[in-house]
């Protein structure tokens, strides 16, 4: 071991050590889960009682599970909006209480037009960071030569623009990254500077500049796995330069990096490294790519999220990164909250964090009812799918969040979960959350400016590296062929203005681009007997799902329409 490794190793086991201690407690409060989340909702209650919204409410007065089901019905984002607006003027007291600050603003894709301004608060901070201290405490207990080692951490930038009330905006990984305490940065390969660049593949080169220089890395973490996936692809496209760089002590791109950051980087960046650029070259003679399988041999795990569509992505990761590497899920988690903190390698399941936030849950065969059953966390039934809700430290009551997980068992009297797919009509291959409200606008729009009609489409997802949308349209429908490409890239435009996920996801490359296909004349019909004969109900209570979101689904569906016979086609 290296006498660097020998450092953070000593500098890190107080720290551990704290981290262990916090664990305890957090496994403790898992034995009574209902003791637990009242705690919780009560002292969520009292710290914002003092906002106007609570008290427009009534929640000022509200003291329990029941009043606050009293208060309030289920909510989602649009219900918040006069008062988020308020907060992003500055204004704090219209959502949140005197004594809980706002740090700054999560963006996240909206469900119909436009971003989410998601507040973090101090106590949310706090809540999310003791989450992450749970999970990872667990990761160096299970794998020992991390705590020699170092973290490869991409995060986004929290701070890509600031409201007219002076708020940051962009992503709490960011945050954390920008307030880690000394001896906690230390264990990074990467400064906080890099979440700042905003060109992707910008970002990715200098992150794999310095990564590259670093043999010693052991984890390996970024929210979606796509991200790893193109810093591979970045890694061999670039494999030349990137090592001439490590040599010379250089960055190729550093004209492209804002003044700023570059002045952040340059002590590090101008290492030079020719014995660790000889140990390169000498991988990429031995196996004709540039591979981080190869030029990370400690590597100890990945941490990525791996539900859902996510799991799609795991054979290219293991093919980049390693058969035999172990995959640590970092557990449900959105900018509205942490849900779940998984404990096991190579299994997304993870045990609720009933610390943090209060959780209710609506069975998934009740959640289109007028007056559905709702939960607490301790009553869920192993086997069993959930619509889930959240009661935040950052003003947030009963959120529906549109997420459906599945509960697989209990930590004590804590349910974990298992994350199953967004709601019926939310698609999210690569974390875009593309809603079908969001697709009927975009689709609408450019038919009337393409001066087309067709009643009927559907958006469904198509693997592939990297996985694309694929926009149908019967044969009859489909508008003419010299416009299709110009049609898509409208589209597509449309999408990427409504959902800042979305255009972020293109512009990355974690998306392909939009195709827009024609299906045999028919179709439409074929899947509405195809649905209804899954679920009953008359044709007059059928409804055209213009997205289905479930990739095996719409998988299924796409291979029926290729079996339709040719006679029932007509021509384009």
């Not at 697709?439 to 990297?466: C, K, N, Y």
């Amino acid at each position: 071991m290296t006498i660097s490794g020998h450092l953070r190793s000593s500098a890190g086991l107080l720290v551990r050590l704290h981290l262990r201690h916090n664990r305890s407690k957090f496994l403790a409060s898992l034995q009574d889960c209902q003791a637990t989340q009242a705690r919780v909702l009560a002292s969520l209650l009292d710290l914002n009682r003092d906002s106007r919204f609570a008290a427009a409410h009534g929640l000022d007065r509200a003291r329990s599970v029941t009043d606050l089901r009293n208060c309030l019905p289920v909510t989602q984002y649009d219900f918040y909006s006069d008062a988020i607006e308020s907060l992003r003027q500055g204004d704090s007291r219209a959502l949140l209480g005197s004594h809980n600050p706002l740090l700054m603003f999560a963006l996240s894709s909206g469900t119909t037009s436009g971003s989410k301004f998601i507040p973090v608060t101090q106590r949310f901070y706090d809540d999310y960071r003791r989450g992450w201290q749970a999970w990872g405490i667990k990761g160096f207990d299970e794998f020992p030569l991390l705590k020699r080692l170092k973290i490869f951490y991409i995060a986004g930038d929290y701070n890509r623009f600031r409201t007219d009330g002076g708020t940051p905006c962009g992503n709490i990984s960011g945050l954390v990254a920008v307030m880690q305490r000394r001896a906690i940065r230390m264990l990074y390969t990467l400064p906080a500077a890099i979440s700042q660049i905003a060109e992707p593949d910008t970002k990715y080169y200098t992150a794999l500049r310095l990564g590259l220089a670093d043999p010693e890395i052991g984890m390996v973490m970024t929210a979606n796995p796509s991200t790893l996936i193109r810093v591979a692809q970045v890694a061999e496209q670039n494999r030349e330069q990137l090592i001439r760089d490590v040599f010379d002590g250089t960055l190729n791109c550093q004209d492209r990096l804002p003044g700023p950051i570059a002045k952040a980087l340059s002590r590090q960046i101008a290492k030079r490294n020719p014995v660790r650029a000889r140990e390169l070259e000498a991988c990429v003679e031995r196996t004709g790519h540039l591979s981080p399988k190869d030029f990370w041999p400690l590597l100890q795990f990945l941490a990525v999220w791996t539900a859902g569509s996510c799991a799609a992505y795991l054979p290219s990761l293991r093919e980049h990164y390693g058969q035999s590497t172990a995959i640590r899920d970092h557990g449900l988690s959105a900018s509205e909250g942490r849900m779940t903190i998984p404990f096991d390698s190579n299994s997304p399941d993870g045990v609720l964090d009933i610390s943090s936030h209060y959780f209710e849950f609506i069975p998934e065969d009740e959640y289109d009812t007028p007056d559905p059953v709702v939960l607490e966390a301790h009553e869920l039934q192993p086997d069993r799918n959930y619509y889930i809700l959240l009661t935040t430290s950052s003003g947030l009551y009963r959120y529906d969040i549109c997420d459906v997980v599945r509960c697989v068992g209990f930590t004590g009297t804590t349910p974990v979960l298992r994350f199953l797919h967004k709601g019926a009509h939310i698609s999210s291959i690569t974390g875009e959350k593309l809603s079908e409200s969001q697709i009927v606008s975009a689709v609408q729009e450019t038919l009337a400016e393409f001066d087309h009609r067709a009643d009927r489409f559907t958006m469904v997802p198509v693997w592939g590296e990297p996985p694309r949308y694929e926009l149908l349209f019967e044969n009859s429908d489909m508008p003419a062929s010299h416009q299709l490409t110009a049609f898509s890239e409208q589209v597509e435009s449309r999408l990427s203005q409504s959902n800042c996920e979305y255009g972020e996801k293109r512009t990355t490359s974690r998306l392909a681009e939009i195709r827009t296909r024609s299906v045999p004349y028919g179709a439409w019909q074929h899947l509405a007997e195809m649905r209804q004969s899954e679920i009953g109900g008359s044709s007059e209570q059928y409804k055209h799902p213009y997205l289905i979101p479930d990739m095996k689904k719409a998988a299924t569906v796409r291979k029926e329409f290729e079996q339709l016979p040719a006679a029932d086609c007509v021509a384009t």
